[in-house]
C-alpha cells in the first residue's frame, strides 16, 4: 500500500522524525491559507507548492491539459529542458500558492513514472520554503538477496537519481541493518561521511537517518525514500519529500494507516482484487493473464513478451484458490477494454487443476467472454481438468507448455484483432 508525501510526513513527524512544516490543500482558497499560516510561523513567504499523487518525478512532470504530445513525449523519456511548469512550484506569497494550486487542482501531471495517462491532482501540499545547500537520496528497503534491510544513499540526489542508478551505479553507497542489533550509530556515520559531511551535519544526518530507520520498522514499511534529503545552508538534515509504502501483510497492525489508503490513486481493478485477496497489478499490453504464484505469474509474463505481444496484468490467484476466485479473477481481467485474449496458466500443487477448470467454465459463462481464451494446466488432476475442459463445449484453446500456450495467445489475439478491427467487446 502507498501513501501521499504529506502522509509519509504525518507518520514520520508522529514517530519523532523532523520534517519542515506543511498543509494539505484540496482547494486553492485552503493553499492560500495554508501559504499564509507557513509565512506567519517562518516569518518567510516562500512556499512549496506540491502535487499530491502516487507517482515520482513530479518536478519534472508538465500538466497534460497544457502541453503538446511532444512535450509529453519528452517527460516520458526524462529529457532535461522540457518547457512549461511542473507538478512542484517554488512560489513567493499566498497569491502566488493560490495560483499555482488553481493550475495543478483538478488537471492531469504526465510523470516519467505515470505513463502518458497521467495521474489526476486531487490534492496539494504546501510546504515552507528553505535553503538548501545540498541535496542526498536515501532509500530503505529489504534486500531480499542479504534478508536484511538496505539503506541506500547518493550524493547525487533530486531528480537525477535514475540516471545515477542506471549509468553510474558506483556514486550510490550502501549499508546493511543487522536485524537484531538494528542500525548502529556508526554505519549512519560512515555514510556521512563517505557522502563527504563534517562538523555537526554529520550528527545531524546520523541522527535522521537513526530516526527514519525505526519509522521503516515500527510501521512495517517495504520501502521509505527519501528524495531529496535536504542539508540546509545551516547544516541541517531534512527529509524534502517522503515516499512510504508499506507490506500489506503486516497492516493489520496499523490501522491508522490502513485509513490513509487513497483509492483514487488506484485502479478500479486492483481495488476490486484487493476485496478478493488477489494479487493485480494493470498493466499497458493486451493480454490477460490469470496465473498462480508470482514466480510463474513472472514467467507467464516474459514468455508472452518473447512470442511478441504484450501483457494486459499480473495477476496471482494464490495457492488457495476456489471457484469463486477464479471467477472473480476473470472479472477483473475482462473489465479492461484492452484486453483481446486471455491465458490461464496453472500448476495445481495444492490447488487442484479440476477444481481450476470448473472455475474458468463457470466464469466464461457468467461473463460471456468473446476474447479468445487459452489454457494450459498441469499438476494435480491435470487429466480430470483437461477433461471438464474438452467436455464443456465452450471455446476455450488447450495448451501443453508454456511455449505452446504463448504461441496459441498471441496468434488468437492476432486474429481476433484482424476480424475486430474497430476493437471488439471482451
Known amino acids: ?24 490543500a484540496f482547494t486553492p482558497a485552503e493553499a492560500r491559507e495554508a501559504a499564509k499560516r507557513l509565512a506567519e510561523s517562518t516569518g518567510s513567504p516562500v512556499v512549496v507548492v506540491k502535487s499530491q499523487v502516487h507517482a515520482g518525478g513530479r518536478g519534472k512532470g508538465r500538466i497534460k491539459e497544457h502541453s503538446t504530445a511532444e512535450v509529453l513525449a519528452q517527460v516520458l523519456r526524462g529529457e532535461d529542458g522540457v518547457a512549461g511548469k511542473g507538478g512542484v512550484r517554488v512560489v513567493k506569497g499566498a497569491d502566488a500558492a493560490e495560483e499555482a494550486a488553481k493550475d ?28 538548501i545547500a545540498r541535496e542526498i537520496y536515501l532509500a530503505i528497503l529489504m534486500d531480499r538477496s542479504k534478508a536484511r534491510v538496505l539503506i541506500m544513499c547518493s550524493s547525487e540526489g533530486g531528480t537525477e537519481i535514475e540516471e ?57 514499511a517495504s520501502m521509505l525514500e527519501i528524495n531529496p534529503l535536504i542539508v ?45 485477496d488477489l494479487s ?42 476456489n471457484k469463486e476466485k477464479v471467477t472473480a479473477a476473470f472479472k477483473i481481467i475482462t473489465a479492461d477494454p484492452a484486453v483481446k485474449g486471455i491465458l490461464v496458466n496453472i500448476f495445481g500443487g495444492i490447488m487442484k487443476c479440476d477444481v481450476i477448470a470448473e472455475g474458468v467454465l ?10 479468445p481464451l487459452v489454457v494450459r494446466l498441469e499438476g494435480t488432476n491435470v487429466d480430470l481438468g483437461k477433461k471438464i475442459l474438452a467436455e464443456s463445449g465452450l471455446a476455450v484453446i488447450p ?23 474497430v476493437g471488439g467487446a471482451s
Open 104 to 131: 495543478l487542482l483538478g488537471n492531469t501531471l504526465v510523470t516519467k513514472q505515470t505513463g502518458i495517462h497521467g495521474s489526476k491532482v486531487r490534492k496539494v501540499y504546501v510546504e515552507a520554503g528553505c535553503r
Open 232 to 276: 540546509t545552508e545551516t547544516g541541517e538534515c531534512l527529509p524534502l519529500d517522503a515516499k512510504m509504502t508499506f507490506d500489506d501483510n503486516g497492516l493489520y497492525r496499523h490501522p491508522e494507516i490502513v485509513e490513509m489508503r487513497d483509492l483514487d490513486e488506484e485502479e478500479p481493478q486492483e481495488i476490486e482484487a484487493s476485496r478478493y
Open 1 to 24: 500500500m502507498k501513501i501521499h508525501e504529506y502522509q509519509g510526513k504525518e507518520v514520520l513527524r508522529r514517530l519523532g522524525v523532523p520534517t519542515l512544516e506543511g498543509f494539505v
Open 362 to 371: 463457470a466464469a466464461v459463462r457468467e461473463t460471456g467472454l468473446q476474447v
Open 280 to 321: 493485480y497489478v494493470k498493466l499497458d499490453g493486451e493480454i490477460g493473464c490469470l496465473v498462480n504464484g508470482a514466480g510463474l505469474a513472472m514467467a507467464t509474463m516474459d514468455i508472452i513478451k518473447f512470442y511478441g505481444a504484450e501483457p494486459a496484468n499480473f495477476l496471482d490467484v494464490g495457492g488457495g484458490a
Open 164 to 220: 545515477v542508478a542506471a549509468h553510474t551505479p558506483e556514486k550510490i553507497l550502501k549499508v546493511w541493518v543487522d536485524p537484531v542489533a538494528g542500525l548502529g550509530g556508526w554505519q549512519a556515520r560512515e555514510l556521512a561521511f563517505a557522502l563527504g559531511m563534517s562538523g555537526k551535519t554529520v550528527n545531524s544526518f546520523a541522527k535522521l537517518v537513526g530516526g527514519l530507520y525505526k519509522a521503516y520498522d515500527a510501521t512495517d
Open 399 to 421: 495448451a501443453d507448455t508454456m511455449a505452446d500456450a504463448a504461441e496459441k495467445i498471441v496468434s488468437a489475439v492476432n486474429a481476433y484483432k484482424a476480424a475486430h478491427p
